[in-house]
Nanobody
Framework: QVQLVESGGGLVQAGGSLRLSCAAS????????MGWFRQVPGKEREFVAA????????SYADSVKGRFTISRDFAENAVYLRMNSLKPEDTALYYC???????????????WGRGTQVTVSS
């Protein structure tokens, strides 16, 4: 059974940093794209960042470029999101996701985690 478990969320002041982790289990995801999304109440879930199965390609939402960095540990079946210079508008529930097709990771992932809350105070 595939399972994605996020961790690392919390409360941080504006300008601070957090590192989110996502541990995947159930099978090997080394060939899959893995990524992060976020959602605030009343709004649609939005794409944040993704990294390809080869690890050679990354993609970021414009709103986080230059501040967030996605990385993977293929041996650990994990994906991380380093978030720097956090802003109050980054406050959201952050989800980990995977896709067997890089082209779908941003729009229709195969699997989702349950999310970890990030709150940035002003």
């Amino acid at each position: 059974q595939v399972q994605l478990v996020e961790s690392g969320g919390g409360l941080v002041q504006a300008g601070g940093s957090l590192r989110l982790s996502c541990a995947a289990s159930g099978r090997t995801f080394s060939s899959d794209a893995m990524g992060w999304f976020r959602q605030v109440p009343g709004k649609e879930r939005e794409f944040v960042a993704a990294k390809s199965g080869s690890g050679g390609t990354s993609s970021y939402a414009d709103s986080v470029k230059g501040r967030f960095t996605i990385s993977r540990d293929f041996a650990e079946n994990a994906v991380y999101l380093r978030m720097n210079s956090l802003k109050p508008e980054d406050t959201a529930l952050y989800y980990c996701a995977t896709s067997g097709d890089w082209r779908r990771i941003g729009v229709r992932p195969d699997y989702w985690g349950r999310g970890t809350q990030v709150t940035v105070s002003s």
